[in-house]
């Protein structure tokens, strides 16, 4: 799949991806996928497959919201339990 970002979003239910090669390409709320266009924000990263509007102009088709990675692990909480133990027997 494609990525890229929204770039804008109007009124009547469409929008414009702004992809990864650099161009502005229109999608319309009929083609989201588990999201709403009301959910939508600019700068928000999507991924879509091109395809053809209803006019033959190319268009975003299966949009969705790209998947975040997770850049650090959060220690478990057994983790941060030791090591506030460990800080407690330093201090005294």
Known sequence: MAKGTIARLMD??????KTEEGGDLFFHRNELE???FNNLNQGQEVEFEKGQGRDGRPAAVKVRLAETKVKEELPSTEETTEAAEEDSTDAS
């Open 34 to 36: 588990g999201v709403e």
């Open 12 to 17: 009547r239910g469409f929008g414009f991806i």
